[in-house]
């Protein structure tokens, strides 16, 4: 009887506040792809540049400070933040961004570093400029790599979204947290498993578009496969 009271109640509780828990979960999407995607657009870009660069120098400091980043505890960023960026949205997106920043770095740079050196001597040879090396050779073999570091960034920043609501950031967190306040396990279970649901569906679907990666390693490099 106690478990069909406690599913009765739950049920009701979830027809009186899906408009609230549908909100939350709409704005713990926005703020974990606004993250993701201005990390890939900084990140991306400047794994291929590190990767067609010889200065070591260079590449140990940004990536000591990706690093430096992602062995920054969580509540400690936000904190750090609030005098700087003050509280809701835009100081939780910027914590976020910083998280996503190594491994979509690590995983661009190391895409890029696998294509194996006697090929692109090779392209060089036939007249290839390191624009179209880039391009058509580097790329495709990359794009697994880059894929799947979206991937994952994407499942770590949904995950770490939840800590967004301790700043005023919104998003799923607010439930979980609300409900720990006032001691309300219907809030705190429907944060929770709404939360991980949302990252489930994001794994699935990106892992649908990872597979594309694969298939295009060899497209257009004009080159034999047994150079």
């Not at 809701?88 to 910083?98: C, E, Q």
């Amino acid at each position: 009887m106690s478990d069909k009271s406690w599913w009765a109640s739950y049920t009701e509780f979830l027809a009186d506040r899906y408009p609230d828990i549908g909100a939350a979960a709409l704005e713990h999407l926005w703020i974990s792809a606004i993250a993701v995607i201005l990390g890939s657009l900084v990140a991306i870009p400047l794994g291929v540049a590190l990767a067609n660069t010889q200065n070591r120098f260079i590449k140990s400091c940004i990536f000591g400070l990706a690093n430096l980043f992602q062995t920054i505890p969580s509540l400690a960023l936000l904190a750090l933040l609030i005098p700087i960026m003050g509280v809701g949205m835009k100081p939780a997106i910027f914590a976020l961004f910083l998280y996503a920043l190594l491994p979509l770095l690590r995983n661009t740079y190391a895409g890029f570093e696998s294509a194996d050196r006697s090929i692109l001597e090779a392209a060089k040879g036939m007249g290839y400029g390191s624009f179209q090396r880039m391009a058509f050779i580097q790329l495709p073999i990359a794009l697994p790599y880059i894929l799947s570091g979206i991937r994952i960034t994407t499942v770590y920043i949904i995950s770490w979204t939840t800590l967004a609501s301790l700043i005023g950031g919104g998003g799923l967190g607010v439930l979980i947290f609300s409900g720990i306040g006032v001691n309300k396990q219907e809030l705190i279970f429907t944060g929770a498993i709404a939360a991980i649901v949302l990252a489930l569906l994001a794994d699935y679907m990106l892992s649908l578009t990872e597979k594309i990666g694969p298939k295009r390693k060899r497209i257009n490099t004009g080159l034999p496969s047994t150079v």
